[in-house]
């Protein structure tokens, strides 16, 4: 019975780091920003324009604000 949970354990573990392989790219380059700014709402929107590379299939992109 151990046997068998260590083997689970095993394949779970290795399933795991298989699902983890992601690619990490740079930051492409703006092609362009526009810049928004309603003074009585006091809110600002900023929009940008940057070209994308992805592979076929199914591309996971996450953005971030700094």
Known sequence: MKRCYLAVATLVGI?????????L???PRRES???TIYNSED??????HRL?????GVNRIQFSWA
Do not use: F, N
């Open 15 to 23: 399933s795991q780091c298989v699902l983890a392989d992601v690619d």
């Open 25 to 27: 790219v740079t930051i």
């Open 33 to 35: 920003t526009q810049l």
């Open 43 to 48: 809110i600002t929107m900023v929009r940008e």
């Open 52 to 56: 994308l590379t992805v592979k076929p």
